[in-house]
């Protein structure tokens, strides 16, 4: 048997990068997963696909996060698609302004605390009723909460709030036995970072930044949520994961 046979997760930004691998490697665990995307339904709908075509079950689900309503959206899409509980939440999704303090606007910051920040505290509040007890919730930081990268500072300061959010709310959900824990990537080669990573000075630093001298593949950090995710990690709570590759140790 699967290790999460029968399990229902949500996988919010699931549909391209580190979600898509994560939702992939979730269904293949047995879980059904729900395919968050904001925006390009293509991509979630490929999701979605190769996780049908190995025999998996999931559907896309559009909800554009960081606005008024975005928690609503997905409680309504789960509600049509005739989900009502939740066993694992994966709050994945996130946007990086790349920009240093001098160069970033209000509206910058305000766009990265939105989506990194407040929209996954709120859709963890409101799916908590939904979120059967043993449940897991897996928050998708970054390494750039411990180590300092000028150019992406209002970005960095999200993740170490979703970081602070994961570690008090794991002592506050213990009772429930549901378990709440951080991963934090290292350089992972996705569309988030394809123009930062197109520059080959930029690309050698990232790659010797890791203890391995490779970037990541995005399946390196969906192994890691899948420990979280499974039964294996009942007695771990409140904790982070470095899956940075060793970097910058
Ligand atoms: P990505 O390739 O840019 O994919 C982002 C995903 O989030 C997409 O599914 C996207 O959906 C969704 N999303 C973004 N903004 C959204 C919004 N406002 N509303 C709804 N959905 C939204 O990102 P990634 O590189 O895989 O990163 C995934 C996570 O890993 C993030 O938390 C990121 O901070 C973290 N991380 C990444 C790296 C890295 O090197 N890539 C390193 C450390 C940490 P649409 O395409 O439909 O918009």
Redesign the pocket.
């Known amino acids: 048997m699967s290790t999460l046979d029968g399990k229902i997760a949500l996988v ?9 691998a994560i939702a992939e490697r979730l269904a293949h665990d047995g879980a059904q997963v729900v395919v ?6 293509t ?2 709908k490929e999701t979605v696909a190769a996780i049908e075509a190995v025999g998996g079950k999931a559907f896309a689900l ?6 008024p309503g ?1 928690v609503d959206t997905v409680l309504n899409g789960l509600r049509e698609h005739g989900v009502d509980r939740l066993d694992i939440l994966v ?6 302004s790349y920009r240093t303090i001098e160069e970033l606007t209000p509206a910058e910051f305000d ?1 990265d605390f ?3 920040v407040k ?1 996954p505290f709120f859709l963890t509040q409101q799916l908590l009723p939904r979120l059967n007890d043993g449940g897991r919730i897996i928050n ?5 909460a411990r180590i300092a990268l000028p150019t992406v500072i209002s ?1 960095s300061a999200t ?1 170490g709030a979703l970081e602070v959010f994961s570690h008090t709310l794991a002592k506050h959900l213990g009772p429930r036995g549901i378990t709440v824990n951080v991963v ?10 394809a123009e930062e990573l197109s520059d080959p000075a930029t690309r050698e630093r990232a790659r010797s930044l890791s203890a391995f001298g490779e970037i ?1 593949r ?1 399946a390196h ?1 969906a192994d890691a949520v899948a420990f979280l995710a499974s039964d294996d990690s009942r007695w771990v709570t409140g904790t982070i994961i470095d899956a ?1 590759g060793g970097s910058a140790l």
Do not use: C, F, Q
């Open positions: 919010t930004g699931g549909s391209r990068g580190i979600g898509r968050h995307y904001g925006s390009n339904e991509a979630a559009r909800a554009e996060l960081g606005v975005d709050n994945n999704a996130a946007v990086n766009t939105a989506v990194n929209a998708i930081s970054s390494g750039v970005y993740k934090r990537p290292g350089y992972i080669a996705t569309e988030m970072n990541g995005p950090v940075t």
